[in-house]
């Protein structure tokens, strides 16, 4: 009799934990714009973001301790996704699928979390706070910040506009064309561009290597305070130079030696035009090389 009713009360158990875990996984379905914007906040855990044709938008959470609910509304062309925590808990993770029209916009808060986006073709603002972020660039303007992640771009070679401003992470944004704006605290940048048409690139303590093809009449702008800036340009290159270094030397590969500018203090510059000298380049270091090559 006694092992009837501990075998009934370990299935009871059983069937407990087995419904506390399914209530724990959450599916929503709502209505969306083609063209609408979707908001996505998730305090911690991940966010996998995926583009389709449908004109809706899907959710499959897994939530974790400490997650009270999952909030999710579509109105007036917007959708929101809120992964709600209780009140004096901490959460243990809160992993999201979500699927999105192929067009949206799209804006990501995360905090603890994980970002991957992928066939995401509308604008997208994307933050995150001790997390990653890895996205793909088409022709949409692309903002990201991030406080201690890495953040991983890929584009299409399409003429766009991309912002990313990090606190402790590195950057590698590979495939792009058009307006890259770049600023980094603490952080290594690897950039591959197909064509930069506008780049303005801050860097307090960080190296950097960009690939890329300068536009007809291309303006590009990079600064540090403590890293070396390494520039490798595709043939042809039409550009005017004016380069300048307080402690770093500058290795041009394919024009004139650079020059001291106090004869008892450090400090190189180098100016000079290649080829038509349409594009615009500066460069200015306070402690760190200049590399240009092509």
Do not use: Y
Not at 151 to 178: E, F, H, I, Q, Y
Not at 206 to 214: F, K, Q, T, V
């Amino acid at each position: 009799m006694k092992s009837t009713r501990r075998i009934l009360s370990v299935i009871a158990a059983l069937l407990t934990l087995s419904a506390i875990a399914q209530a724990d996984t959450v599916e929503r379905t709502v209505p969306a714009d083609a063209r609408g914007e979707v908001e996505i906040v998730n305090v911690a855990g991940e966010v996998q973001v995926r583009g389709w044709d449908r004109a809706e938008v899907q959710v499959h959470a897994d939530l974790g301790d400490g997650t009270e609910r999952l909030d999710v509304g579509s109105s007036k062309g917007r959708t929101s996704i809120n992964v709600i925590v209780r009140s004096g808990r901490s959460s243990s993770g809160s992993d999201l699928i979500v699927e999105v029209p192929r067009d949206s916009t799209l804006i990501v808060k995360t905090v603890s979390a994980d970002q991957t986006i992928a066939d995401v073709r509308g604008a997208q603002r994307l933050q995150a706070v001790s997390g990653s972020i890895s996205t793909q660039a088409w022709q949409e303007e692309v903002r990201i910040k991030t406080i201690s992640g890495e953040v991983t771009v890929a584009g299409r070679k399409t003429p766009g506009r991309m912002a990313v401003n990090t606190v402790s992470g590195d950057v590698n944004l590979d495939n792009l064309a058009g307006e890259l704006t770049l600023e980094t605290v603490t952080g290594d940048m690897d950039v591959r561009m197909a064509t930069l048409a506008r780049g303005r690139i801050q860097t307090t303590n960080g190296e950097l290597r960009l690939h890329a093809a300068l536009a007809a009449d291309a303006t590009l702008e990079a600064e540090a305070i403590n890293g070396d800036l390494s520039f490798l340009l595709q043939s042809p290159v039409n550009a005017e130079f004016d380069i300048e270094t307080f402690n770093g030397e500058i290795d041009n590969c394919f024009g004139p030696k650079s020059v001291r500018t106090r004869e008892f203090a450090p400090g190189n510059a180098l100016r000079f035009k290649e080829g038509n000298g349409s594009a615009r380049v500066r460069v200015k270091t306070l402690n760190g090389g200049v590399e240009i090559c092509r």
